[in-house]
């Protein structure tokens, strides 16, 4: 098998992985959003095993697949159609589909950026997986922000029906509450996401085997 068909054939095994451990969710919140089994890191390996380039195309194929997904389990796309306003909904329909799936997987392929500019291997792919996660918080978070902002009332008053939920609906309004209201939904299930990435990748780099393999192009 010559090196071109190892690294097509390595990246379609680890797309589909990456699908099917995002399937596997190891916790529901009750407000949407859910921890999976370390479904990003096999995106983030690409990344890292070949490069920003191709770490970018990988996770743009893995965000083609996670949209037509959510496009076919999710309520998002539908209770974002309003009849009364077809064309806006369309755009937010379109927006939404940028910013919580293509940009929000597409990120997930720069984990390479500290490859060669942190000695230790492990360190690298950690930190650069770590900072991939959070620039997808981050995609998720505009996401919310600009599309999802009207529900920041409801959510702080009977969702987060606490004295938390309280302050913030005291001291924030408009866009303040919209962002707030943004930054803690995605935090939620993004940290620990994040958390689990992190000990995946510190667990994988453990293994003699697979460090090798993650960290050599042609392993």
Do not use: C
């Amino acid at each position: 098998m010559n090196a071109k068909t190892k690294r097509l054939t390595t990246t379609g095994v680890l797309i589909a992985m990456s699908a099917i451990l995002a399937m596997i969710k190891i916790f529901d919140l009750p407000y949407g959003g859910s921890i999976t089994l370390a479904g990003m890191v096999p995106i983030i390996v690409l990344g890292y095993k070949y490069g920003i380039k191709w770490g970018l195309f990988s996770g743009f194929v893995y965000s083609i697949i996670e949209a037509i997904l959510g496009a076919t389990t999710s309520q998002a796309f539908a209770g974002m159609y309003d009849p009364d306003n077809a064309a806006k909904s369309v755009i937010n329909i379109v927006l939404m589909a940028f910013l919580d799936y293509i940009v929000a997987f597409t990120v997930l392929g720069l984990s390479g950026m500290f490859k060669g500019k942190i000695k230790s291997h492990t360190a690298a792919i950690t930190l650069g997986g770590a900072v991939a996660v959070l620039l997808r918080l981050l995609a998720h978070f505009l996401s919310g922000y600009i599309l999802w902002g009207s529900y920041a009332e409801w959510f702080f008053t009977d969702v987060m029906n606490n004295s938390f939920g309280q302050s913030v609906l005291n001291n924030f309004s408009g866009s303040g509450l919209a962002a707030i209201y943004s930054l803690v939904y995605n935090a939620s299930y993004m940290l620990p996401n994040l958390a689990v990435t992190v000990v995946a990748l510190l667990a994988l780099m453990a293994v003699k085997p697979l460090r090798k393999y993650i960290t050599e192009e042609n392993a």
